[in-house]
């Protein structure tokens, strides 16, 4: 048995993203997502029978959404604590359950309040990794993700020849597409120079490497194909689906290759369910916490060889109008940080040409990632049906 194809997104939602806070609690910044993502699959919340939801959510768990909703029949809920890999993981897990017949809609909601609320270094040292983590890292004073990331970036630079010069290309084009999209945070151009100069955060991840401290939500509905077919917007199929795991999972620099991530793993799995290779993608929703993660995540799925990362960046190729499209919506660094719900959402919207001034002409295949706190890796492959 496969699951591939046998589950499509039909529906997605988006509150408005704030930099500045939002005075709404997660539960509230959810519940609006959800029912904006229910509507928009032209159902009701009663015609909801699962719920996945990923971690991150502040708090909320499945009943949150049973009494506010009014789900008459929750036959099916679980979470996926995967950090950033947590949205992409629920996809897996909600499409097993309307595959294996237990579901027929299956709702995954997330909200942050990361803004207002808990910050990501705060809630990265209530993990139960951080007890390593605390053991081999924290003496050396790393206790925010960007200090974890910093040695991943550094030892990819030193073997490869990586400069930041090419982490800037990343930003800067992701700007680019945040300026498209009409609900972004960030909306101001920068250039190269703007991303040389601003400050250093952690050696050699500067303040526009890194990702945005946002409050919103975001959601997606999950439907069993066949009954997909019968909703109000076009199928979106997911064909390919996988996890993996990193070695040393909870030390980055225990690990035998610091640039290897455990998307690497589970990027052939997922390309094989699909039936489908890097090079048949047209666009890539690929998670960025820090522009060095994109860069390492695109030659983990294969577009590249590793180290080749930095040249393959170049010249605008992440763009609108380069070799592969790269997160047109903004991305965590441009748009908002929604722990990547927000990617999975543009995503959807790219494959039904629903994407404004933002789409890539002809969107048929594309691909979303996720990426856990200390590399843990999520793929999921998409084709408009």
Not at 193 to 207: F, G, V, Y
Not at 369 to 375: E, I, K, M, Q, S
Request: glycine share 14%; with cysteine; charged share 15%.
């Amino acid at each position: 048995m496969t699951l591939s194809g046998k589950g499509a997104v039909t529906g997605i939602g988006e509150t408005a993203y704030r930099g500045g806070g939002d005075p709404r609690s997660a539960l509230v910044l959810q519940l609006e997502a959800s029912l904006a993502a229910i509507a928009d699959a032209g159902l009701a919340p009663r015609d909801i029978d699962g719920i996945v939801v990923p971690m991150g959510t502040g708090g909320v768990v499945a009943e949150d959404f049973v009494t506010n909703l009014g789900i008459p029949d929750l036959r099916f809920s679980t979470v996926t604590p995967l950090g950033g890999a947590g949205s992409v993981a629920a996809l897996q897990c909600a499409v097993a359950a309307v595959a294996g017949g237990i579901c027929a809609h299956v709702l995954i909601p997330l909200g942050r309040t990361g803004r207002t609320g808990q910050r990501i270094g705060t809630r990265i040292q209530q993990m139960p990794q951080f007890r390593t983590v605390g053991e081999f890292e924290a003496p050396h004073g790393a206790i925010a993700p960007a200090q974890y990331y910093a040695p991943m970036a550094r030892r990819h630079m030193e073997l490869f020849g990586t400069t930041s010069r090419q982490l800037a290309e990343i930003a800067v084009t992701t700007r680019a597409h945040a300026i498209l999209n009409g609900n972004a945070t960030m909306t101001q151009p920068i250039t190269i120079e703007d991303h040389q100069a601003s400050r250093m955060i952690a050696d050699p991840l500067r303040l526009l490497d890194c990702s945005l401290e946002s409050d919103g939500g975001a959601a997606v509905v999950v439907s069993a194909a066949e009954r997909a077919r019968d909703l109000r917007q076009p199928r979106v199929l997911v064909t390919g689906m996988a996890e993996g795991h990193p070695d040393s999972p909870s030390a980055i620099t225990q690990r035998p290759d610091m640039t290897r991530l455990g998307l690497a793993k589970a990027a052939p799995r997922a390309f094989a369910m699909a039936g489908v290779t890097p090079a048949d993608i047209d666009v890539a929703e690929i998670y960025d916490c820090f522009t060095y993660i994109v860069l390492c995540q695109l030659e983990d799925l294969g577009f590249c060889a590793k180290g080749e990362g930095g040249a393959f960046v170049e010249g605008g190729a992440l763009g609108l109008g380069g070799r592969l499209p790269v997160n047109t919506h903004g991305g965590l660094l441009s748009q908002a940080h929604m722990a990547g719900m927000n990617h999975v959402v543009e995503l959807v919207r790219q494959l039904r040409g629903q994407a404004g001034a933002a789409q890539v002409p002809d969107a048929e295949l594309g691909l979303v990632t996720g990426y856990g706190d200390l590399g843990d890796g999520t793929i999921a492959i998409m084709a408009r049906g």
